[in-house]
């Protein structure tokens, strides 16, 4: 039985070229970009190729682009490195209800150092309202905080709305763009980003491998402090193999990236439809304005780890929620936020597709998911099949 | 011209074996050790495989150990994750003056925090008194942070006798290992350590993955906060394949170390040994109680910058001082700690040896580097030759 991987958005598989150069670079190369010797300069060639590849996808320059481990120390360092700088000019944080654990942890923290958070709700797509943002900032406030698309509904928000009231009041804005850059067109200034949190491994790179893009004269310390890497910005030695491989996903993703989401959005389109064979499925996030990979359902009377679990029997491989969050027993505040309730949070799947996804595959996947719904509805107490 | 590479403190090459499992784990493998379906538990397996490899390699439990994106990670980590959690107990933190930058850096952001730092002093070995250490404890103090070997001079420092003075007093203890752990024995039980922080690249891993070993009961803040990864202790995507190759080289270097400490002895002999043929040379940190793998030596009259550039054109690669310090146009401070003057701190060079180097090749370098030094010496307006 051929697998069938239905969930990008824990992982991405390597593109064969990533995956390539990366074999290349391991076998040849081993320098510390930082040396002065020839060993060194090679790797400090490949170290800048990929830097130039990572800022071209979100239309920065390459020296605005720090490297970093992956989606969650560039969130780590965006929201702690600006609360600690701006410490003296106020301490009051905008965030939004439903944001990754990265951000809301690190929100958490601050606040137990003494920092106020104010977080703005969303409606039942899952929108942030730029209005909503605005009328949070007081003289104090420090820094706004908004992802850009949400990571278990899909969901975009309005960002380059956000960005223009961030800009007008003169406040950093940081935006999570970890599940959507490198999949959806991200450009930090149309969008008046300060701040950008980006991760390889939702765009066929590397997985623990990331940037944070930092607006020159960004107030911000280092997360990470220590030597002199990337402008003294980021201390600790690059992880080599995984950044050369994050600049050819990057330069991949950017050339790709139209007929990757034509091919995406045909293959969520076929799985929407396709839902109408089951009863009693909810669609979760905005229907239009929302990632082309991702499709978010709730499920009645099921339980999402149920599904999970028989679905991988069948070969069909998916999540509950938020990679990051498995293991947590607690209902997704995400989908609360959008006005699921408990059970129906409790009965959620998220089906994220990828390149060499087929038609069929999701067929295969619907009939499956079908007979899944069926057979956990029949032993379950709070079914009650009607007719 | 072979490259005689001599800088294995700034990044050892893959090993063989490494390089193998790496391209083994990238080549068939990609998903979230998180996710609950079949191709997240292959991850999970490697993941958790790594992890015994590590422990055993310092005597530690596997759940004692966490990922990181390397030693620099590890010590921000453990000196700030402590300093914070234990912000109700005390703003006091001990270390020594010869620390490396990370620990250096974390302690003056704390500082800026309004934390208290002590640091003690160094004999002229780099040796720290563990006396010192006792006395400049107070109430207040809730963190020692002392460094195992000295990543720019080699001195070994006496951590069992200050673990026994930290336990004592009930105090958490975090040493740096970075450049031992995996070189010579490190054992977290007879060390009476609390938090180690060690990499990857000084074994022959990859470059950018580190682990922290935290002991059971240690009260100490993510440094990452996020996902519920490692225990919710570090959140972050995990870097598989740099983990994977961390964990194979853990288990080598465990295995092979006495060869190839013996090998390396070998070849700091021959070298010292042969640095008599040059004048006015002294070699920095402890005789004997240092690195196996690394000589120091500040060649007086010459700067270090230009003996590194005319030995790098003659194929010998070498370095000045701490790669993480590399652009910094500041004296080392270790060195002025051990009595060095200005001077002599800007004529030094690091010779870092490495498994695959040859007897042959440390003669060729010394060669190579009286010739250098005949060279530069003859244009130095410093040196007058007697005679």
Redesign the interface.
Known sequence: ME?V?L?HI?????HPEV?RV??DH??HS???P???????DA?LEALEGAREEVARLINANPEEVVF??????S??HAIKGVA?ARAKKGNHIITSNIE???VL??L??LER?GYRVTSVPVDEFGLVDPDGVKKAITDETILVSIMHANNEIGTIEPIAEIGRITRERNIPFHCDAVVSAGVVPVDVEEMGIDLLSI?A?QFYG????GALYIRPKTEI?????????EGSRR?????????VGMGKAAELARKEMPQRMEHLLQLKKAFIDGLGLIEDVLLNGHPTQSLPNLASISVSYVEG?SM??L??EE?I????R???????LRASHVLLSIGRDYAEAQGTLLFSFGMTNTLGEVERALETLKEVVATLRNISPLYRKEG
């Open positions: 697998t991987y969930d824990s992982a991405t598989p390597l995956k990366i074999i391991i076998s081993f320098g510390n930082v040396s002065q010797h020839r060993v060194g790797a970093t481990s992956g989606g969650t120390e969130i780590n600690l990754h654990n990265a942890k690190s958490r923290m150092m991760a491994n590397p997985s623990g491998v310390w280092p997360l990470l402090d220590g030597g002199m890497q201390g600790g030695t690059h992880n080599m193999a995984g950044i780890e999970v679990l679905l991988d070969g491989c998916v999540s509950t938020s990679a990051c969050a498995s293991g947590s």
